[in-house]
Nanobody, 119 residues
Protein backbone atom coordinates (compact mmCIF):
# COMPACT_ATOMS: atom_id res chain seq x y z
CA UNK A 1 0.00 0.00 0.00
CA UNK A 2 1.36 3.39 -0.99
CA UNK A 3 1.47 6.08 1.67
CA UNK A 4 2.69 9.65 1.47
CA UNK A 5 3.51 11.66 4.57
CA UNK A 6 4.03 15.41 4.28
CA UNK A 7 5.75 17.62 6.80
CA UNK A 8 7.35 21.03 7.06
CA UNK A 9 4.35 23.32 6.98
CA UNK A 10 3.82 26.10 9.46
CA UNK A 11 3.37 29.79 10.01
CA UNK A 12 5.84 32.17 8.39
CA UNK A 13 5.97 35.89 7.70
CA UNK A 14 5.83 37.42 4.24
CA UNK A 15 9.20 36.98 2.55
CA UNK A 16 10.10 33.94 4.61
CA UNK A 17 10.91 30.40 3.54
CA UNK A 18 9.70 26.89 4.23
CA UNK A 19 10.75 23.48 2.99
CA UNK A 20 8.05 20.86 2.65
CA UNK A 21 8.89 17.16 2.65
CA UNK A 22 6.93 14.21 1.31
CA UNK A 23 8.18 10.75 2.21
CA UNK A 24 6.77 7.79 0.33
CA UNK A 25 6.37 4.19 1.42
CA UNK A 26 5.13 1.30 -0.68
CA UNK A 27 6.50 2.92 -3.83
CA UNK A 28 9.61 4.71 -5.00
CA UNK A 29 9.96 8.35 -5.98
CA UNK A 30 12.77 7.29 -8.33
CA UNK A 31 10.34 5.89 -10.89
CA UNK A 32 7.13 7.74 -10.06
CA UNK A 33 5.91 11.12 -11.20
CA UNK A 34 5.65 13.37 -8.16
CA UNK A 35 3.88 16.67 -7.68
CA UNK A 36 2.88 19.27 -5.12
CA UNK A 37 -0.59 20.77 -5.22
CA UNK A 38 -2.22 23.29 -2.93
CA UNK A 39 -5.72 24.23 -1.92
CA UNK A 40 -6.72 27.50 -0.31
CA UNK A 41 -10.06 27.83 1.51
CA UNK A 42 -13.04 27.81 -0.88
CA UNK A 43 -10.77 27.45 -3.89
CA UNK A 44 -10.07 24.46 -6.12
CA UNK A 45 -6.90 22.45 -5.69
CA UNK A 46 -4.18 23.69 -8.01
CA UNK A 47 -0.91 22.31 -9.28
CA UNK A 48 2.23 23.94 -7.89
CA UNK A 49 5.14 21.89 -9.22
CA UNK A 50 5.98 18.53 -10.74
CA UNK A 51 9.07 16.37 -10.99
CA UNK A 52 9.24 13.50 -13.44
CA UNK A 53 10.97 10.18 -12.89
CA UNK A 54 13.87 11.46 -14.96
CA UNK A 55 14.13 14.61 -12.86
CA UNK A 56 12.53 17.11 -15.21
CA UNK A 57 10.55 19.80 -13.41
CA UNK A 58 7.65 22.12 -14.16
CA UNK A 59 6.11 24.93 -12.17
CA UNK A 60 2.92 26.91 -12.05
CA UNK A 61 3.45 30.53 -12.99
CA UNK A 62 2.82 31.53 -9.37
CA UNK A 63 5.70 29.31 -8.23
CA UNK A 64 8.31 30.07 -10.88
CA UNK A 65 11.42 31.71 -9.53
CA UNK A 66 10.37 31.20 -5.90
CA UNK A 67 9.73 27.47 -5.42
CA UNK A 68 11.98 24.52 -6.18
CA UNK A 69 10.88 20.90 -6.33
CA UNK A 70 13.49 18.19 -5.84
CA UNK A 71 13.81 14.60 -4.76
CA UNK A 72 16.21 12.44 -2.78
CA UNK A 73 15.85 8.88 -4.00
CA UNK A 74 17.96 7.52 -1.14
CA UNK A 75 15.44 8.92 1.33
CA UNK A 76 12.48 8.25 -0.97
CA UNK A 77 11.45 11.85 -0.34
CA UNK A 78 10.35 14.78 -2.45
CA UNK A 79 10.84 18.36 -1.32
CA UNK A 80 9.32 21.72 -2.08
CA UNK A 81 11.57 24.62 -1.16
CA UNK A 82 9.49 27.77 -0.95
CA UNK A 83 11.17 31.17 -0.79
CA UNK A 84 9.85 34.72 -0.84
CA UNK A 85 6.52 33.54 0.48
CA UNK A 86 3.43 35.70 0.07
CA UNK A 87 0.08 35.69 1.89
CA UNK A 88 -1.52 34.28 -1.26
CA UNK A 89 0.63 31.16 -0.84
CA UNK A 90 -1.42 30.30 2.23
CA UNK A 91 -3.01 26.89 1.62
CA UNK A 92 -2.92 23.23 2.47
CA UNK A 93 -0.14 21.67 0.42
CA UNK A 94 -0.57 18.12 -0.85
CA UNK A 95 1.95 15.69 -2.24
CA UNK A 96 0.89 13.43 -5.12
CA UNK A 97 2.46 10.29 -6.54
CA UNK A 98 1.49 8.82 -9.90
CA UNK A 99 2.75 5.50 -11.22
CA UNK A 100 1.93 2.91 -13.83
CA UNK A 101 1.35 -0.54 -12.43
CA UNK A 102 0.31 -3.37 -14.77
CA UNK A 103 -0.74 -0.77 -17.31
CA UNK A 104 -2.99 1.06 -14.86
CA UNK A 105 -2.30 4.63 -13.76
CA UNK A 106 -2.43 4.83 -9.98
CA UNK A 107 -2.55 8.13 -8.10
CA UNK A 108 -1.97 8.64 -4.41
CA UNK A 109 -2.24 11.73 -2.20
CA UNK A 110 -0.79 12.66 1.13
CA UNK A 111 -2.85 14.06 3.97
CA UNK A 112 -1.66 17.63 3.43
CA UNK A 113 0.33 20.13 5.43
CA UNK A 114 -0.84 23.65 6.27
CA UNK A 115 1.21 26.64 5.15
CA UNK A 116 0.18 30.02 6.50
CA UNK A 117 1.93 33.22 5.42
CA UNK A 118 1.20 36.27 7.54
CA UNK A 119 1.31 39.79 6.12
Amino acid sequence: QVQLVESGGGLVQTGGSLRLSCTASGSTVRTAAMAWHRQAPEKPRQLVATIASGGGTNYADSAKGRFTISKDTAKNTVYLQMNSLKPEDTAVYYCKLAQLRAGVLETYWGQGTQVTVSS
